[in-house]
């Protein structure tokens, strides 16, 4: 007797799945909650029944109960970050005043911001990454090559006769 094969999974399902996933992540990212079904549906224009359907089976990094698992690459990246330094593009707003009575005015200035790195971070990084640790622990396994002898000699048993 054969086996039935499963049916294939149909195309719209397959997006509709990858659609709630993909929503779900950028939820999570900008929210650091996980999104109710209405929030779901809203984001993907799915119908609130498909997306309780696809909710169930959407698993976020190690597939565990911790949604929040799946940020973890970002904050490796962050950390990095702060680790080996960093920079980006910044504007600065500066109201300049156009003197006695004649109100100011807004400039805009654009500059890059440099962050150096950051020791603590590039420490928590290598500990995270590379496994390096601060303490040192021995272990000491056979003999330790020390041998140490006593020769003690008891005195003699005192005799009751010895000249008294």
């Known amino acids: ?16 799945a990858a659609e709630v996933r993909k929503a779900m992540v950028a939820f999570i990212k900008k929210h650091l909650r996980p999104p109710t079904v209405q929030e ?3 984001a993907t224009g799915l119908s609130d029944k498909t997306v309780k359907a696809h909710r169930k089976r959407v ?7 911790n949604v929040y698992q799946q940020l ?25 005043s156009g003197g006695a009575g004649m109100g100011s005015e807004v400039e805009r200035h654009e500059y890059t911001e440099h962050y150096p790195p950051d ?9 995270l990454v590379e496994g390096f640790s601060e303490k040192t622990e021995k272990n000491h396994t056979g003999e330790v090559g020390l041998t140490l002898n006593f020769n003690y000699v008891a005195p003699p048993t005192p005799t009751p006769d010895a000249g008294h």
Request: glycine share 6%.
């Open 119 to 127: 020791a603590a971070a590039a420490k928590l990084w290598v500990q």
């Open 40 to 42: 779901l549906a809203k």
């Open 1 to 16: 007797m054969k086996t039935p094969k499963a049916a294939p999974a149909r195309e719209d399902a397959l997006r509709n």
């Open 59 to 65: 698993k976020l990094g190690d597939g565990s109960e």
């Open 72 to 96: 973890t690459g970002d904050v490796l990246l962050a950390l990095h970050a702060r680790a080996v330094g960093y920079k980006h593009r910044a504007v600065k707003l500066i109201a300049v």
